[in-house]
């Protein structure tokens, strides 16, 4: 019934990004499963309790995308998102808070690129968005955000 039930592939433009909520959550960085945004909070799940590495951050980005016929919301999990932004959910917050305009810069310069995004919805059937299950830019020349970001904030690459 529904019309993206099965994964559908689709050409879009991306046109905005909700950069108002934070662009990523804490999970628990085994089991992955969500935990509450404060400090310390350790899984109730699978009791992994090692306080120093209890939690990540993981990408959650709601993006505006329109394509030929419409425009769509689609939420944009981890795997989907480092593809646009080009770091971890964890590198792109700690970068956030010395830059604290990087969320909505990154936006900007996202705005107008060309995906090829694959779009499911979830089976469980109270998650009100599409999903971006993977996401393909088009553009030659395409830069994930934290690079663009890096070199408009001058922030020298690390050399490894
Ligand atoms: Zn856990």
């Known amino acids: 019934?529904?019309?993206y039930e099965?994964?559908?592939t689709v050409m879009c433009t991306v046109i905005g990004m909700d950069y108002a909520n934070s662009l990523s959550y804490r999970a628990c960085s085994l089991c992955e499963r969500t935990l509450p945004d404060t400090l310390n909070a350790l899984c109730k799940f699978c009791h992994n309790n090692t306080a120093s590495s209890s939690s990540k951050r993981l990408?959650?980005?709601l993006v505006s995308i329109a394509t030929d016929t419409k425009v769509l919301n689609v939420m944009c999990f981890d795997?989907?998102?480092r593809v646009l932004f080009g770091c971890s959910?964890?590198?792109?917050f700690h970068f956030s808070k010395l830059h604290p305009f990087a969320a909505s810069n990154a936006a900007k310069i996202l705005e107008g690129e060309m995906c090829r995004m694959t779009l499911s919805r979830p089976k469980n059937g109270n998650a009100q968005h599409?999903?971006?299950v993977s996401i393909?830019?088009?553009r030659s020349g395409f830069k994930p955000a934290i690079e663009s970001l890096k070199e408009f904030y001058g922030v020298k690459p690390a050399t490894s």
């Open 79 to 81: 795997r989907a998102a």
């Open 89 to 92: 959910a964890d590198d792109f």
């Open 1 to 3: 019934m529904e019309e």
């Open 130 to 132: 599409l999903r971006a």
């Open 136 to 138: 393909v830019p088009l």
């Open 6 to 8: 099965k994964a559908t």
């Open 59 to 61: 990408f959650r980005v």
